[in-house]
């Protein structure tokens, strides 16, 4: 996201919030009455930002879902990208009787309207054991997952198209100089030294698709949380970044383009490992091309993973049975059909522990990373959902691009990091 757009979501979400403000005092309880019995004719608006197979998968589950119930309709409406889905929510919010009856979204995007009782509190429909599940152990929901979409202790989101980080490998490469997959991040790095220098410095060892995530999970490592505290400048930081510059400097570490990942750069055998997104792999697989070669994907090297993507949120407007309506719908694309479905179809990760573990996930033939990704998400960190958190977490990645492409230039970044560490607290008070 360029810096424009970027502070004009903010100014956007901003003025949102000056107007919710105004009008929260007439806002409704979120946490009503579950209607059980839906006899009319009813419509549930979903804006999301699904695209290629995963917005096909979408309007199949909408079609077989209105066939299971002809008094429902689904009205999917596509909103663009994640930025363009976000500017339309902050921009919406300012008039909430045009809002969507469920979206997709981040929990940071929505802290803002969660304060002011713009959403629905989904615990109830969880807990109900006709439209939900009966309980949240019974929904089968990776606990977290859930964790992840609450907003304040309230369990707004249910997660949808997940993924967690994993470290894919050139197989050949690591057959070729007798290498052992690398376990921790000390590991990764010697590994990529040693790759680069057998290769007389033709292939670069290794590098990290999103540095932000880097960051945040090096500090944590530490144990040091990524919030409003953080200080780029202390200890523990100059360590995780000395990581990075040290081999972006010695050649044997490199970065993604600023609006670019390692997967073209790995298809094409320039680099011999990377950490990505697990719905990467379909990128590895085209970035191959022509160029085959064998790879492998193992758990990310760390005590801890993240986890990416949307959850579904449901607003605070409508009547009982829109609401029933689509939180029946949000269970039915959470069938263990559907998710088994979208996860071969998409490379997302399943959100329920049984298809996680089940043989039909993890051996299946299309992908690699399906057989260790209940081992890699055993330990994921969530971001604690706050004030500001998501802008902090966006300069976050400005910042880490400006501090290593200093680095990878020759220049002195001391006075970088220092930069961006009074841009990043300013994100925090703002």
Known sequence: MNFKKKLLLLATSALAMLTLSACSKNSSSTDGKVATNITKKTTVVFWHSMTGASEKCMKQYAAEFEKKHPNIHIKLENQGNYADLQSKINATLQSPKNLPTITQAYPGWLYDAAKLNKLVNLKPYIENSQIGWGSVAKSDIKDKLLLGAQIGGKQY??????????????KDVFDKYNLKVPRNMSELAQCAKTIYKKSNHALVGAGVDELA???ILSMKEQGIDFDKNIDMTCPESKKALNWYIKGLKEGYLQIASANGYLSTDFGHQKVAMFISTCASEAYVKMGMGKN???????PRPSKYNVQQGTDIYMFNKGTAEQKSAAFMFIKFMLSKRNQLKLAHATGYMPVL???????DYKCSKDSKVAGILDKTTANIYNLKISKNENAAYFQLKSSMQAILLAAKKGDSVASVIKANQLKLAHCWKQ
């Open 213 to 215: 995530n880097y960051y």
């Open 353 to 359: 522990n049984s298809i996680l573990k089940s043989d």
């Open 157 to 170: 989101g249910i997660p949808f198209n997940k993924s967690s980080e994993v470290l894919f490998y050139n």
């Open 292 to 298: 085959k070669f064998n790879y492998g994907v193992a």
